[in-house]
């Protein structure tokens, strides 16, 4: 979503796929762009968006009905399942060195393969810390995101866990926001995050709490991780099913966080939809 200006006046501009086809849809803004920008952006992103909110809330509501047909032994068999794909494919877009079965043995049958001790040691933490932020009855704080960090790695990178960075950093082209403004950022990260429960979707608040800790990109090392967890715990605190962002989907993962906002936004929701399709009825 776009504000385009005119020769004589401003407006808002999307396009959007719907039933296989591109739907273009625009809003007058004036000639001049409006102090509540931010607010109008919102409303008519909600009112571009009415029939993927139906869909999304389809896939919850029947992703709900059937999660209370498992006896409780399957749903905690599938999910150590689901951390175990879920840690797996986060380390590994990281570049760590364990496999999925490798997975597997660590975190289901306590075996430990021939591999780095770092890379084994950041599987069980992050195991752990899947299952407690899924649990996590807190609301979404800096001190819950630190806690995070310093649990995942505290015995493999002690030297900047549980704390924001303090140098400039960056990931390929992009360069990260100056150190000196991240405790700035943070707070209006959590600010932002509070005030959105109660103007969007929970699916796209995990997507934009997504994009915008990775673009603060608070830590030192393991801001894709946490940022990952972010999307689990947004979408689990709501009752949504998770969505799995893939080893080997992620170059288009890279590629979509390298755009605007809105267009990662964009292809979460596709990507989201597409995981869970069967729900949407």
Known sequence: MNIVKHKDYHYLAHSFRKEGKVVHREKYLGKEIPENIEEIREKFMYE??????????????????????YPNSVKKEMLIDLSISFTYNTNAIEGSTITLEETEDIIKNKIAP??????????????????????????????????????????????????????????????????????????????????SKNTMNTVEIAARAHYKFEKIHPFGDGNGRVGRLI???????NKYPLLIIEYKRRK???????????????????RYMGAHKRYVK
């Open 114 to 195: 021939n591999k780095p001790l770092r890379d084994v040691q950041e599987t069980i933490n992050h195991s752990k810390v899947f299952f407690k932020a899924l649990n996590e009855k807190k609301e979404l704080s800096n001190n819950l995101i630190m806690q995070w960090h310093e649990e995942i790695f505290r015995d493999t990178k002690s030297d900047i866990v549980g704390k924001l960075r303090d140098y400039l950093v960056k990931v390929g082209s992009y360069i990260a926001p100056d150190w000196q403004d991240l405790n700035k950022l943070m707070r209006e990260f959590i600010e932002w995050y509070d005030k």
């Open 48 to 69: 571009c968006m009415e029939d993927v909110i139906k869909k999304l809330k389809s896939i919850k509501n029947n992703f709900r009905k059937e999660w209370k047909k």
């Open 252 to 270: 288009s993962y890279y590629h979509a966080l390298d755009k605007p906002e809105n267009d990662f936004v964009n292809f979460f929701l596709r």
């Open 231 to 237: 999307i689990a715990y947004v979408l689990k605190r």
